[in-house]
Every structure is written in structure tokens, then in C-alpha cells.
């Protein structure tokens, strides 16, 4: 066997010659390849598939992403990120609180009707053995931003903050977890859902006085968890 025919060989699909790849390209390309097996097969997404899909070698996988659950994680900050920036657009707005909270509403059931095979894989995050947070990343981050969000506006009626969290928390619980239960229901009418989710979640913000407040709504940088220890 010629050299050229051992280096072709000992060249990984997907690992074509020249420079080495841009690590954060490759993350990228990652976690698109991670997000397309996740569709197709739900909870079932490994390294290898995800390796396949992207046409790299495990190796490379594991260069990125130490195991499953960093994989994971790295999925919940992609679509943590898009989600609060959508988010920031809509309390950028003049609306009043309660339209204000719908928007919010609409757009997590959103995300959730729009990646149930996704925000099944995040949800079951929050059965591993991993301490919080990083055994629920994506909804850790979104009551790290709700709890932002919360006091913002309480202190912009000013209420007092001190509920924030729990509120933020008991929110976004009752949207993911609702919004997952409510996709299962082929009737399902949308905008209805939503409408009386949000008559449910309304209740003790106006009774704070935030039914006197208009957007827009400036929120300071949510305080991150703890980080999670190196694996």
C-alpha cells in the first residue's frame, strides 16, 4: 500500500486535507448536524449519529464537546439565545404589561410547538444526574432571564422585586411544561392556549401594579447561575 494511499485512509470522513477547521465553525456545524438528528430521531441522538451527520469522526466531535450532555447544553444556549433575543424585540415595544405577557407567552409555546423533539431532549436534561443548574440548562437560563425580566418590571411600578425569582420560575415552568402537554392535543387551537395561559399568568403581576405599566421594558443583564464544574 503507497503513503498516499495509508494518509487517505487515515483520514476521517469529513476531515478533507488542508488547515484544520475554525473550532467555532465546526461547533456550529455541530450543533446544525445535532439539531437535524434530534428531529428526526428525538431523544435518541448520540455522538456517533451526530458524527455521522456531520461527516466528522467522533474524535473531532469529542474536541468540541466532551459527551452527550455538553452537547446538549451547548443546544440549550443556541436556541436560550434566540429565544431572549426575540424576547428583547418584543419588550422593546409600547405595549401595555398584559400584551406585553402574551407576546411572551406566544413565543416560548412557540418554540416549544416548533421543536418538540428538542424541548423533550432539553426537559429530560432535568432528569440526569447532573446538581442544578446544569441538569437543566435551557430552563435555568430562562429563569435566569425571566427573573431579569420580573424585576425590571416590578421596580418599574414600583413593587417590590423581592418575588421575581419565584415568579420567574413558576413562569416558565407553567409555559414549557403546558406548552408540551398542550402540542400533544391534535384540536389544539393556538391562539386559544395561549389566551388562557396568559389570563392564568396574569393575575399576580396586575395585583403588583403592572397593569398600569406600557412597554418599553429595559431589563438589566440577568445574574448567571453558578457555573457547572468541568467535567
Known amino acids: 500500500m503507497s503513503a498516499e494511499t495509508v494518509r487517505a485512509a487515515s483520514r476521517a470522513r469529513g476531515r478533507p486535507p488542508?488547515?484544520?477547521?475554525?473550532?467555532?465553525?465546526r461547533r456550529e456545524?455541530?450543533?446544525?448536524?445535532?439539531?437535524?438528528?434530534?428531529?428526526?430521531?428525538?431523544?435518541?441522538?448520540?455522538?456517533?449519529?451526530?458524527?455521522?451527520?456531520?461527516?466528522?469522526?467522533?474524535?473531532?466531535?469529542?474536541a468540541v464537546f466532551p459527551d452527550l450532555p455538553a452537547l446538549v447544553d451547548g443546544l440549550a444556549e443556541r436556541h436560550m439565545e434566540r429565544v431572549t433575543a426575540a424576547a428583547d424585540t418584543i419588550l422593546a415595544q409600547p405595549l401595555p404589561g398584559q400584551r406585553l405577557l402574551r407576546a411572551l407567552v406566544q413565543l416560548m409555546c412557540d418554540?416549544?410547538?416548533?421543536?418538540?423533539?428538542?424541548?423533550?431532549?432539553?426537559?429530560?436534561?432535568?432528569?440526569?444526574?447532573?446538581?442544578p443548574p446544569a441538569a437543566r440548562p435551557f430552563f435555568t437560563r430562562s429563569a435566569e432571564w425571566a427573573t431579569?425580566?420580573?424585576?425590571?418590571?416590578?421596580?418599574?411600578?414600583?413593587?417590590d422585586p423581592a418575588p421575581a425569582r419565584i415568579w420567574a420560575t413558576a413562569t416558565v415552568g407553567a409555559i414549557l411544561m403546558s406548552a408540551e402537554d398542550w402540542g400533544?392535543?391534535?384540536?389544539?387551537?393556538?391562539?386559544?392556549?395561549?389566551?388562557?395561559?396568559?389570563?392564568?399568568?396574569?393575575?399576580?403581576?396586575?395585583?403588583?401594579g403592572a397593569g398600569r405599566f406600557v412597554g418599553p421594558l429595559i431589563v438589566a443583564p440577568a445574574t448567571p447561575a453558578a457555573a457547572p464544574a468541568d467535567r
Open 18 to 25: 488542508g488547515p484544520p477547521r475554525d473550532p467555532a465553525v
Open 29 to 62: 456545524e455541530l450543533l446544525d448536524a445535532a439539531e437535524r438528528v434530534v428531529a428526526r430521531d428525538g431523544a435518541g441522538v448520540t455522538i456517533a449519529r451526530v458524527a455521522g451527520e456531520a461527516g466528522y469522526a467522533r474524535t473531532a466531535v469529542y
Open 111 to 131: 418554540f416549544v410547538d416548533g421543536n418538540p423533539n428538542l424541548h423533550h431532549l432539553l426537559m429530560q436534561r432535568m432528569q440526569s444526574d447532573d446538581p
Open 148 to 159: 431579569a425580566v420580573f424585576d425590571a418590571l416590578l421596580r418599574a411600578v414600583d413593587a
Open 184 to 208: 400533544r392535543d391534535p384540536g389544539r387551537r393556538p391562539d386559544e392556549f395561549v389566551d388562557r395561559l396568559t389570563a392564568f399568568l396574569w393575575p399576580p403581576l396586575e395585583s403588583a
